[in-house]
């Protein structure tokens, strides 16, 4: 009988892989008095690079605008290298769309208020996300969009 080896899953490394801040209306923006709508956008993607490890990357875009005019926009890569060993193979997709990004949020919650306030604004404060539901949410558009890919033939 093969000995079943114990499931591994550890972060080899942390690392903010792209950053960008553009505030395209300075300085006259800053005489605005208007409060900005904030729009935050939220994109995870993963990758295998090796055998048993995984890139994964939370990518932020935070956009601000008073009227047509952009306040700021910045984005944020915040990406780890994650050493994944003896999952079973359906469990991977999982981890890779749940757990990673959920370890990701709260370096690019930071990164992206570090950025804001830096730039001369009150910082924009991420909120939690259920990475659980979002993972599910997808699965479900995919199932629904291979069903009706047939029907289009």
């Known amino acids: 009988m093969s000995e079943q080896q114990e499931p591994v899953f550890a972060i080899e490394k942390i690392y903010l892989k792209d950053a960008s801040l553009e505030i395209p209306n300075a300085p006259q923006i800053f005489l605005e008095r208007e409060s900005p709508q904030v729009e ?19 990518t ?3 956009t601000a605008k008073i009227r047509d005019k952009t306040v700021f926009l910045v984005e944020v890569a915040q990406a780890a290298i994650f050493q994944i060993r003896n999952v079973p193979q359906a469990d991977l997709d999982p981890i890779l769309g749940i757990a990673c990004p959920g370890i990701l949020l709260p ?3 930071e990164a992206v208020a570090s950025m804001v306030s830096r730039a ?6 991420l909120q939690h996300m259920n990475f659980e539901a979002i993972y599910h949410q997808r699965l479900q ?5 291979n069903a009706a890919a047939p029907a289009a033939h």
């Open 40 to 58: 935050i956008n939220v994109h995870n993607q993963s990758a295998a690079l090796d055998a048993n490890l995984y890139e994964a990357v939370l």
């Open 60 to 62: 932020v875009t935070a």
């Open 107 to 109: 370096y690019a919650r």
């Open 120 to 125: 001369g604004f009150p910082p924009v404060v």
């Open 141 to 145: 558009q995919l199932q629904q969009q």
